[in-house]
T-cell receptor, first 112, second 109 residues
Framework: DGGITQSPKYLFRKEGQNVTLSCEQN?????MYWYRQDPGQGLRLIYY???????QKGDIAEGYSVSREKKESFPLTVTSAQKNPTAFYLC???????????FGPGTRLTVL | SQQGEEDPQALSIQEGENATMNCSYK?????LQWYRQNSGRGLVHLIL?????REKHSGRLRVTLDTSKKSSSLLITASRAADTASYFC?????????FGKGTRLHILP
């Protein structure tokens, strides 16, 4: 059963704590992406990775960090430097050079 | 930075009617995609249209692209309750795609 998974679905953290969101795919896709979505808004690109051990900043990378040690996994850490981290976070993947992106179900992060 | 912008922001229609939403963009593109998002879920790819294509169909979906006007439209025919969702256009920029803010479609029973 191929797909892209994110965990957890809901996450609550206290202000000032770092938190890591998981994203795993078994589609054998080279490229992976992290987006942030605020209520009633579109998706904004945080980070993306076209290949293992390489990643690039998107439009709103400040306060976030990623790693890409394995092809299947692209975890996102929301650091305490992120001023307003409460949002819905979406992970996606695509084939190398591919255009269609496949999305995970999302993680809703609430910082108290 | 937003490239595509959907219009209208929200749309309510009766079940069975057709729904049309539009997307305008600013710079030249190689292709344009439409995605659907059900509330609280991830996005699902619907259709891709390339810059050298003018119209494309997939089931009840019809997408048009007018590169001279830098705009695209998504038509959903014979709408159903299950079509209630947000619809986003996405355009290519370098090696990424950029999403608009979406149109929220509500199908009334």
């Amino acid at each position: 059963d191929g797909g892209i998974t994110q965990s957890p679905k809901y996450l609550f953290r206290k202000e000032g704590q770092n938190v890591t969101l998981s994203c795993e795919q078994n589609l054998n896709h080279d490229a992976m992406y992290w987006y942030r979505q605020d209520p009633g808004q579109g998706l904004r690109l945080i980070y993306y990775s076209q290949i293992v051990n390489d990643f690039q900043k998107g439009d709103i990378a400040e306060g976030y960090s990623v790693s890409r040690e394995k092809k299947e996994s692209f975890p996102l850490t929301v650091t305490s430097a992120q001023k307003n981290p409460t949002a819905f976070y979406l992970c996606a993947s695509s084939m190398s050079g591919g255009l269609e992106q496949f999305f995970g179900p999302g993680t809703r992060l609430t910082v108290l | 930075s937003q490239q595509g912008e959907e219009d209208p922001q929200a749309l309510s229609i009766q079940e069975g009617e057709n729904a049309t939403m539009n997307c305008s963009y600013k710079t030249s593109i190689n292709n344009l995609q439409w995605y659907r998002q059900n509330s609280g879920r991830g996005l699902v790819h619907l259709i891709l249209i390339r810059s050298n294509e003018r119209e494309k169909h997939s089931g009840r979906l019809r997408v048009t692209l007018d590169t001279s006007k830098k705009s695209s439209s998504l038509l959903i025919t014979a709408s159903r309750a299950a079509d209630t969702a947000s619809y986003f256009c996405a355009t290519d920029r370098d090696d990424k795609i950029i999403f608009g803010k979406g149109t929220r479609l509500h199908i009334l029973p």
